[in-house]
């Protein structure tokens, strides 16, 4: 079944880019797979995404407005080469932005700006997704990837002509153009276009490339390895200058989108991180060390005595690296007093005992007395 990218967006057919921009951003912040307790939270945040690379393209936009799910066919849209995408989002989650190669896939990096690509000239740019899990992003990895691109025809050298064979273009004799003349109330008018024979080169085949049709780009299999640095996270991506679609006068670039599993223990926020430990009455009331899972493995954690159940201690310097620093972010450890479903007979007469000294009744009369008053 097709995919209504304006049902994903909340919004009516045929809605402007910037309600397309401004339910992007919306959607996006609540779906992300890192602050949401939404159901399928990771699957909807990619549907996001891939809506809004559509809908926010003008170009695209139209083609499918137009033509529907069949917009894919028609110009502006590369999904058999590699999805196009410009990085030029605002920064919703922006914590990762400064780190040299990395962004985050609402914002370009600081410190350079995207250069211009016209067609006809550069290739498009590809965005891969790719999928980690929680200990990957975590202390970093290396990924190889294969993806789908256009390549330059090494058998005509990217000329389109057999042997790499050309001639001057008879159309416009070898200057690119044409000139046009058109008479008006004011005049004669010339018009210099293009020339739509050689497209503005000059020269044209002798005869056709039989290995690419006379296109001189064929579509092939990359492979690249990624290093993966410690610290990202879901909606960082990773640019690969050249990498992309080649173009006659260069290659797009290739765009890594990550997206990081969540963990069956830890959960993550930014550079810090959170755990459960379970805690035993005996030892929250009269204090204890316990050992404790950490992303460097166990370690040990001072219990105070009369500790209450929810409470949370910071160990400082156990989270994730940042992107940005050699620094870390701390592990936050909230303990949970599990009361004893069974006991023995000598477990039983000491609660008892406790309980007679303990005076936790008394405690709940003076409660009830201020609201309902005494008897």
Do not use: W
Not at 299 to 318: E, N
């Amino acid at each position: 079944m097709a995919k209504d990218y304006y049902e994903i967006l909340g919004l009516k057919k045929g809605a402007p880019i910037e309600e397309v921009k401004r339910a992007y951003k919306e959607l996006a912040k609540k779906y992300h797979p890192d602050v949401s307790k939404e159901e399928n939270a990771e699957k909807k945040f990619k549907e996001v995404v891939e809506a809004y690379s559509i809908l926010s393209d003008s170009e695209k936009k139209q083609n499918y407005d137009n033509y529907g799910d069949k917009y894919q066919n028609f110009e502006g849209y590369q999904g058999g080469y590699g999805q196009k995408m410009d990085f030029d989002f605002e920064d919703i989650f922006n914590q990762f932005s400064g780190f040299s190669g990395f962004g985050d896939i609402f914002g370009e990096q600081r410190g350079g700006q995207r250069r211009s690509q016209s067609r006809g000239d550069y290739g498009e740019d590809i965005k891969v997704n790719l999928t980690l899990t929680f200990e990957e992003a975590v202390f970093g990895t290396t990924k190889d990837i294969s993806y789908e691109k256009i390549e330059r025809c090494e058998k005509c050298e990217g000329t389109g002509a057999e042997g790499a064979k050309l001639k001057t273009c008879s159309q416009c004799k070898g200057s690119g153009a044409t000139i046009r003349e058109q008479r008006t109330p004011f005049g004669t008018m010339r018009m210099q276009t293009t020339c739509r024979t050689c497209n503005g080169r000059g020269e044209v085949a002798e005869n056709s490339c039989s290995a690419c049709s006379g296109q001189g780009f064929v579509r092939s299999t990359a492979n690249v390895s990624v290093k993966i640095p410690a610290g990202v996270n879901t909606g960082n991506h990773l640019r690969l200058q050249n990498k992309g679609n080649q173009g006659r006068d260069g290659a797009g670039d290739l765009y890594v989108i990550i997206f990081v599993h969540t963990h069956e223990v830890f959960k993550r926020d930014g550079e810090d991180i959170y755990a459960e430990v379970p805690l035993s009455f005996a030892e929250a009331a009269l204090g204890s060390e316990i050992e404790v899972p950490t992303l460097q493995g166990k370690a040990d954690l001072k219990i105070p005595a009369g500790t209450q159940t929810g409470t949370i201690f910071k160990m400082k310097g156990k989270g994730i690296k940042s992107l940005k620093s050699e620094s870390h972010g701390d592990e936050y450890v909230k303990v949970i007093i599990e009361t004893p479903k069974k006991l023995s007979k000598r477990q039983k007469e000491i609660l008892e005992e406790f309980l007679k000294d303990e005076g936790a009744a008394k405690k709940r009369k003076g409660f009830f007395d201020k609201i309902f008053g005494k008897d």
